[in-house]
């Protein structure tokens, strides 16, 4: 089983539509997380991090079920430019260090 | 301005011809990191560094190199490179909070190497 587990997609939706995705981890000791988002062939760019008490950040909301072991990602009212694919992070921190990536949600959002 | 650069950004060679990739960044990271990206596997980590000198393997290490000699510079090396090492390769620093705790990470804009 791979620790960090995202449903590649494409969720494809009109705009204004609300999506969300899921990302579930294995590791049990992982202490950090994060939400990158990648447009096309260019490097990934933080989107937020995310936090025990949950986070939001304008329209996006992150938040974290330590019991079931997953994070998820909110995104209400999207917009065209919200069309990229977005990766969960999970690490465990202590000693060596090894970030874990999903493989990534692609998110198309149509007129 | 922060940044991460990688260099080239398009890299055609041919197999068993060494090349390096390089990779600097001026945010004095302690953590730094090298990525393959291929169609339906997402990112994987081949190489990580937790400072000067401290090197360990990621999940894909075989037929790679990197040294950490410079706190700013992080090079890949491919010894002798082959076709399945045809990819989109991304270098990644990171500061280590007081608990080893991650923050975020920074990336270069990627190197796209065809190995023929």
């Known amino acids: 089983r791979k620790e960090v587990e995202q449903d590649p997609g494409p969720f494809n939706v009109p705009e204004g539509a609300t999506v969300a995705f899921n990302c579930t981890y294995s590791n049990s000791a992982s202490q950090s997380f994060f939400w990158y988002r990648q447009d096309c062939r260019k490097e990934p760019k933080l989107l937020m991090s995310?936090?025990?008490s949950g986070n939001e950040d304008g329209r996006f909301t992150a938040q974290l079920n330590r019991a079931s072991q997953y994070i998820s990602l909110l995104i209400r009212d999207s917009k065209l430019s919200d069309s990229a694919t977005y990766l969960c992070?999970?690490?465990?921190?202590?000693?060596?260090?090894?970030?874990?990536f999903g493989r990534g949600t692609s998110l198309i959002v149509h007129p | 301005e922060a940044q991460v650069t990688q260099n080239p950004r398009y890299l055609i060679t041919v197999t068993g011809k060494k090349l390096t990739v390089t990779c600097s960044q001026n945010m004095n990271h302690e953590y730094m990191s090298w990525y393959r990206q291929d169609p339906g596997l997402g990112l994987r980590q081949i190489y990580y560094?937790?400072?000067?000198?401290?090197?360990d393997k990621g999940d894909v290490p075989e037929g790679y190199k990197v040294s950490r000699k410079e706190k700013r510079n992080f090079p890949l090396i491919l010894e002798s490179p082959s076709p399945n090492q045809t990819s989109l390769y991304f270098c990644?620093?990171?500061?280590?909070?007081?608990?080893?705790?991650?923050?975020?990470?920074?990336f270069g804009q990627g190197t796209r190497l065809t190995v023929v």
């Open positions: 560094s937790m400072n000067v000198e401290v090197t």
């Open positions: 992070v999970v690490g465990v921190t202590g000693g060596s260090y090894i970030p874990t």
């Open positions: 990644a620093s990171s500061s280590l909070g007081g608990t080893l705790s991650h923050t975020e990470a920074f």
């Open positions: 995310v936090y025990s």
